[in-house]
């Protein structure tokens, strides 16, 4: 079964101004129980997409500085 997070194709970016927004209305503390769960469970899915933006812009830069000219990118293996 595929996650959810690797299904969802949103702009890093994007992700991250979701979240913010996110975390603000929670720390308000308004939104019942419920609706609170919601929101964690989005941020926890926002919080994966931002990570493997991260993971995958560090590998090409990681490839982009090494010594080697020819070198390829690979798929990205996390643990």
Known sequence: ????????EIPFEEA???LERLVETMEK?????????E??????TLTRICQQ?????????EILTANSSDAELEP???D
Not at 29 to 37: A, Q, W
């Open 39 to 44: 929101s964690f469970e989005r941020g926890v």
């Open 16 to 18: 991250m101004s979701e």
């Open 76 to 78: 990205f293996q996390s």
């Open 29 to 37: 503390g308004e939104l019942s129980l419920e609706e609170s769960l």
């Open 1 to 8: 079964m595929v996650k959810k997070a690797q299904q969802e």
């Open 53 to 61: 933006a991260l993971k995958t812009a560090e590998q090409k830069i």
